[in-house]
T-cell receptor, first 116, second 110 residues
Framework: EAGVAQSPRYKIIEKRQSVAFWCNPISGHATLYWYQQILGQGPKLLIQFQNNGVVDDSQLPKDRFSAERLKGVDSTLKIQPAKLEDSAVYLC??????????????FGEGSWLTVV | AQRVTQPEKLLSVFKGAPVELKCNYSYSGSPELFWYVQYSRQRLQLLLRHISRESIKGFTADLNKGETSFHLKKPFAQEEDSAMYYCAPNYGGSQGNLIFGKGTKLSVKP
C-alpha cells in the first residue's frame, strides 16, 4: 500500500516568512499526526486529528503554528511567522485508530525546514 | 510528566557482538511500549511492540514494570542493524499518541 506522503521535502525560508507543509495519510487511516523533530532529539507531537477533529494540540505553538484537516483526509501545517528555532523536520504520520492498543503509527519521510 | 529516557546517545559495537539499547519510562498507568527504527535515508518505522512479544530482525524487548524499563536486545549484531533507535511509550487513553525518547544511534562495525 502507498505510504504517508509529504511535501515539500525540503524548504529554506527566512525568519518571519511563512511556510506550509502538506500531508496525505494512508488511505482509510482516521488518525493523523504532525510531529516536530529537532536535530538530535526524538519526534515531538504537535497535533493529532481524528478524522477532521483535533484530539490533541497541547504542544502546538498556536501563536504561529496552525493545522487543518478539513475533509478528514489531507492535512496542512502552517508556520507564520517562522522563527530560527522552528528549523526541524516535520513528520506527518497516520494510523487506523487511536485506541490504546494495536496502534501502529506509520510515518512519512518528513519535510525538512531550515529557517535562516 | 510522562518521560522516556534513552541514556546512550551512541552505541558502537562490532559485528557479531551482543547489543542492548536501554530505555526507561516514567510510570503513569500502563503504557504500551514500542521501539521505532530509522535506517539511513529511510522513514521512521515500527520495529516491535511489547504486546506482541515477538522477535523482529533478531531483536527482542522485555517490559520490566518493576524497573519501568523496555530494553532492546540482540544477541549478535549485524552491520545492517546500524540505525537510530527510538523507544516510545504510548500512554494511550483516547488519544493514543507516542512519546519518543531522544534516540540511540547504533553503529555496528565490521
Amino acid at each position: 500500500e502507498a505510504g504517508v506522503a509529504q511535501s515539500p521535502r525540503y524548504k529554506i525560508i527566512e525568519k518571519r516568512q511563512s511556510v506550509a507543509f502538506w500531508c496525505n495519510p494512508i488511505s482509510g487511516h482516521a488518525t493523523l499526526y504532525w510531529y516536530q523533530q529537532i536535530l538530535g532529539q526524538g519526534p515531538k507531537l504537535l497535533i493529532q486529528f481524528q478524522n477532521n477533529g483535533v484530539v490533541d494540540d497541547s504542544q502546538l505553538p498556536k501563536d504561529r503554528f496552525s493545522a487543518e484537516r478539513l475533509k478528514g483526509v489531507d492535512s496542512t501545517l502552517k508556520i507564520q511567522p517562522a522563527k530560527l528555532e522552528d528549523s526541524a523536520v516535520y513528520l506527518c504520520a497516520s494510523s487506523l485508530v487511536s485506541t490504546h492498543s494495536g496502534n501502529t503509527i506509520y510515518f512519512g519521510e518528513g519535510s525538512w525546514l531550515t529557517v535562516v | 510528566a510522562q518521560r522516556v529516557t534513552q541514556p546512550e546517545k551512541l552505541l558502537s559495537v562490532f559485528k557479531g557482538a551482543p547489543v542492548e539499547l536501554k530505555c526507561n519510562y516514567s510510570y503513569s498507568g500502563s503504557p504500551e511500549l514500542f521501539w521505532y527504527v530509522q535506517y539511513s535515508r529511510q522513514r521512521l518505522q515500527l520495529l516491535l511492540r511489547h504486546i506482541s512479544r515477538e522477535s523482529i530482525k533478531g531483536f527482542t524487548a522485555d517490559l520490566n514494570k518493576g524497573e519501568t524499563s523496555f530494553h532492546l536486545k540482540k544477541p549478535f549484531a549485524q552491520e545492517e542493524d546500524s540505525a537510530m533507535y527510538y523507544c516510545a511509550p504510548n500512554y494511550g487513553g483516547s488519544q493514543g499518541n507516542l512519546i519518543f525518547g531522544k534516540g540511540t544511534k547504533l553503529s555496528v562495525k565490521p
